[in-house]
């Protein structure tokens, strides 16, 4: 009789053991902090999101404010008003405000990305090798959805244009008033340049295609379709107006008759410098 009784107890031990491995693991799975993220990175949307819902579906509000896109135009007009006046005559004056501007808006949005709002806080977007390697593979993989503000990839692309676009302004300064030899420098820095911002044209083209992500027309206006719950920003038009004001007072003197490099001969060493780098290739 006690065998009997032994066994049954056992039976039924069995028995618990065996429901309870059936109970636990159904009871975790529904625990999302046991399963971990259901699209397995915290640098990935959601596939329901990055799959089903392209930007032109989703409410846009602001994102990029008015300083952030102003400082961005800037940059990219003296990108190109510097190279379509490189080699042209007469032009050295307008080369040299562009590159002056190009600097002055480079040191700005460095600043900006330290105090501004916090799409454009450098804390905000750039992440480490591991973060940008798992959004390309992300991206690449067709699981990649919308960010709020710039991807890792883009964050070092940011730091990137920023970085060469000062020592290009820098170089550029060099060549003009110490003479040509610093040239090749600046050249050299130049191409540099302009490769960087062909690649990060092809890569926001790529990526907008990739991630149904307007990413032009953001940057444009402003506003961006972004994650639920995404905290908006303010715009700081009035900043972006002082500067604005700035900006074109800086273009009234710097082609004016006052400024160094407008002054001729007797206008210093900038234009002095220039002078000198030409004769030298002359001979």
């Given at each position: 009789?006690?065998e009997?009784?032994?066994g049954?107890?056992q039976?039924a ?19 999302p ?6 699209w397995g990175?915290p ?16 409410p846009?509000q602001?994102?990029?404010d008015a300083?952030v896109?102003?400082?961005?135009a800037?940059?990219?007009?003296s990108?190109?008003g510097?190279?379509l006046?490189a ?13 002056l501007?190009?600097a ?6 460095l600043?900006w990305?330290?105090v501004?709002t916090?799409p ?11 973060a940008v390697l798992e ?6 993989g067709?699981?990649?959805?919308p ?10 692309a ?7 676009s000062l ?5 550029g ?10 040239e090749?420098?600046h050249?050299?820095?130049a191409?540099?340049?302009?490769l960087?911002?062909g690649?990060?044209v092809?890569a926001?083209?790529?990526?907008s295609w990739?991630?149904?992500d ?9 506003r961006?379709?972004?994650?639920a ?14 500067l ?9 003197w ?7 490099w407008q002054?001729?001969e007797s206008?210093?060493?900038?234009e002095?410098?220039?002078h000198?780098?030409?004769?030298r290739?002359?001979?």
């Open positions: 009789m006690g009997l009784i032994d049954a107890m039976q031990a069995q028995w618990g053991r065996q429901s309870m491995a059936l109970i636990v693991p159904a009871q975790a799975s529904e625990n902090k046991a399963r971990g993220p259901a990175s640098f990935q949307e959601p596939p329901m999101e990055s799959a089903t819902a392209p930007s032109t579906q989703r846009t602001p994102l990029w300083p896109r102003l400082l961005h800037l940059m990219a007009l990108v190109a510097a190279w006046t080699e042209a005559d007469g032009w050295h004056a307008v080369h040299i405000s562009c590159g501007t190009l002055g808006a480079a040191t700005l949005r600043l990305g330290l501004g916090w454009a806080r450098f804390t905000s977007f750039v992440r480490g090798p591991a959004h390309l593979r992300a991206l690449l067709g699981r990649a959805g960010h709020a503000g710039h991807n890792p990839a883009g964050g070092w940011v730091l990137a244009l920023l970085g060469t020592l290009v302004a820098g170089s300064w060099l060549t003009y008033s110490r003479g040509e030899a610093w090749d420098v050249e050299a820095l191409n540099a340049l302009l960087l911002v690649l990060h092809a926001v083209l790529l990526t990739l991630t149904r307007r990413l032009v027309p953001a940057m444009l206006s402003g961006k379709a972004v994650p719950g995404t905290a908006p920003v303010r715009m700081h038009r009035g900043l972006a107006a002082l604005i004001v700035a900006v074109l007072g800086f273009w009234a710097s082609l004016g008759p006052t400024s160094p002054a001729g206008g210093g060493a900038l002095r410098g220039h000198h780098a030409h004769d290739d002359d001979d």
